[in-house]
C-alpha cells in the first residue's frame, strides 16, 4: 500500500500565485471534458495557505474530480475525499518534537526561565515554527471524466490525452505550492509520477516521492483493505516525513 521514492536535484525554480494559475487555466477547452464540466477544480489544503501564497509540506494528488468536486470547485470533498481528510486527521500531523506548539525551551544547561518566570522558548527547527504538517489537495486533471455524458453521475479515469493535456497546470501547482512531499493517490496517479518527477527535475525541483491507495478504494473494498489500515499507512507516510526533517536538520 505504500511506497516511497526520492528524487533530488540542485535548484529551485521561480513562484507563481495560486490565482494566475488558475486564470490561466479556468477557460481551458484542450479536451472535451473541458468544455462541458461545471468548473475547473484546481487545488485545496487544509488551512489558508492558498490565501497566502505560502508553501506546504505534503501535497496529495489524486487522478480527477467527482460528481460533488465538479460542482463544489474543491478537490477531495466527495465521499472518498471526506474518508481521506478524516484519516489525516486520525493519522495526526502534529509535529512530534514540539507537539504542536510551534516552540521548543532553549536549553543553556543552566536555566530555561527568564525574569518573568517564563521559560525561554525558539522556533521549532522540525516544523519552522508551524506545529503541524501543512497539506494540499490537488488532482491530475482539473476537470471532471465524465463516462457517457456530462451530467452522468458515473466517472471514469482519466485518459492519457487529458492527463498529458492538464499537466503543466499541475507542474505549476506543485511549484508554486512547492511541497516536500508529493503523495500519489491511485494507480493513474501513481503511473504518471515518473513524468511529473522529471519534468519538476528539469525545473530544479527537490521533492519525496510516495504512493497510495485512492481513497475510493478503501469505499469500495473495505473488506480487503480498512479504514484503520489506510489511517496507518498515512501514518508512516508522515513519520517519513519528520525522519526526513530530521535529517536535513542535522546538516
Given at each position: 500500500m505504500y511506497e516511497e521514492r526520492t528524487m533530488k536535484v540542485k535548484t529551485k525554480t521561480p513562484r507563481i500565485s495560486l490565482p494566475i494559475i488558475q486564470a490561466t487555466w479556468n477557460n481551458c477547452t484542450k479536451c472535451e471534458i473541458g468544455k462541458h464540466c461545471r468548473q475547473?477544480?484546481?487545488y485545496d489544503d487544509l488551512g489558508d495557505f492558498r490565501f497566502q501564497n505560502e508553501t506546504i509540506d505534503i501535497l496529495f494528488i489524486g487522478e480527477a474530480p467527482g460528481t460533488i468536486e465538479d460542482v463544489e470547485g474543491t478537490p477531495f470533498v466527495?465521499?472518498?475525499?471526506q474518508l481521506l481528510r478524516?484519516?489525516?486527521?486520525e493519522a495526526g500531523t502534529e509535529c512530534p518534537n514540539c507537539k504542536g506548539i510551534g516552540t521548543?525551551?532553549?536549553?543553556t544547561g543552566f536555566t530555561t526561565i527568564d525574569s518573568y518566570g517564563s521559560h525561554k522558548m525558539k522556533p521549532c527547527p522540525l516544523c519552522t515554527q508551524q506545529g503541524f504538517i501543512s497539506i494540499g489537495?490537488?488532482?491530475l486533471i482539473a476537470c471532471r471524466p465524465y463516462s457517457t455524458n456530462p451530467r452522468s453521475p458515473t466517472n471514469r479515469p482519466p485518459l492519457l490525452g487529458e492527463i498529458n493535456n492538464c499537466s503543466q497546470r499541475l507542474v505549476d501547482t506543485i511549484v508554486t505550492m512547492n511541497p516536500v512531499f508529493i503523495v500519489a493517490l491511485?494507480?493513474?496517479?501513481a503511473d504518471s509520477l515518473p513524468n511529473v518527477v522529471y519534468e519538476l527535475g528539469k525545473k530544479g525541483i527537490i521533492v519525496q516521492?510516495?504512493?497510495l491507495l485512492h481513497p475510493s478504494y478503501i469505499l469500495?473494498?473495505?473488506?480487503?483493505v480498512s479504514e484503520k489500515e489506510y489511517v496507518d499507512s498515512l501514518s508512516q507516510v508522515f513519520y517519513n516525513y519528520w525522519k526526513y526533517m530530521e535529517e536535513l536538520n542535522k546538516d
Open positions: 475547473k477544480v484546481f466527495g465521499p472518498a475525499g478524516k484519516a489525516i486527521k521548543i525551551r532553549i536549553d489537495f490537488t488532482n491511485g494507480k493513474e496517479a516521492t510516495a504512493r469500495r473494498k473495505g473488506n480487503i
